[in-house]
Structures are given as structure tokens and as C-alpha cells.
Nanobody, 120 residues
Framework: QVQLVESGGGLVQAGGSLRLSCAASGRAFSNYAMGWFRQAPGKEREFVARLSGGITYYAVSVKGRFTISGDNAKNTVYLQMNSLKPEDTAVYYC???????????????WGQGTQVTVSS
């Protein structure tokens, strides 16, 4: 199995940028479909982006602003977030699964999450 640890969250002004990291251990992340999800207070966890076999996929709400990528040598997946908006405020989670899916239930392994807060 794989263990995941996110980092890189913080407080940023609207229009700013952050890069989240998801460090994997135990197995290479390239063995999995890797997803980023987020959950705002009082809302359900929602899909943000996915990387699987070199193919990326994004939620409509972040397409063109966020970029998911992976570094095999570091066994780390990144989420570069640009042009941040207050509505991007949430806890961001990294997840690993065996299916290319947008559904959280399809992912088997999760990190602890990292808080992203975007001020207006």
C-alpha cells in the first residue's frame, strides 16, 4: 500500500498562487491513479484533478488555473494553483486509487489534508 502526505497549503490573497505537494511512500505513485480533492466547510468532498498514466483531467471549476503533475524521482505529485479565488478555500486532499475516477469513494488511500485559504 501507499502512504500520502500533503504539504504546501496556506493563506494567500485572491489572484495569488500556491503549489501543493503530495509525497508518496511505500509504493510508487505511478502505480496508481492520483487525485486531488477538496472539501470546504459544510460541503461534500469534490474532485479537483487527476493524474494517471501521464494523462491529466480537471474539474471544470479549476481547468486553466490548476495543473497536476508528478515527479517520479521524488515520488511526489504536485498541484500548482494559480489565479486563486476565495471559492477555492478548502482542505485539499491527495488520494491514490486503481481507477481513473472523479468519485472519492473510488480512491483507496488518502493523505491527511492541507488547508488552503484564499482571502478576497
Amino acid at each position: 500500500q501507499v502512504q500520502l502526505v500533503e504539504s504546501g497549503g496556506g493563506l494567500v490573497q485572491a489572484g495569488g498562487s500556491l503549489r501543493l505537494s503530495c509525497a508518496a511512500s511505500g509504493r510508487a505513485f505511478s502505480n496508481y491513479a492520483m487525485g486531488w480533492f477538496r472539501q470546504a466547510p459544510g460541503k461534500e468532498r469534490e474532485f479537483v484533478a487527476r493524474l494517471s498514466g501521464g494523462i491529466t483531467y480537471y474539474a471544470v471549476s479549476v481547468k486553466g488555473r490548476f495543473t497536476i503533475s508528478g515527479d517520479n524521482a521524488k515520488n511526489t505529485v504536485y498541484l500548482q494553483m494559480n489565479s486563486l479565488k476565495p471559492e477555492d478555500t478548502a482542505v485539499y486532499y491527495c488520494a491514490a486509487g486503481s481507477l481513473r475516477s472523479m468519485r472519492p469513494i473510488e480512491y483507496d488511500y488518502w493523505g491527511q489534508g492541507t488547508q488552503v485559504t484564499v482571502s478576497s
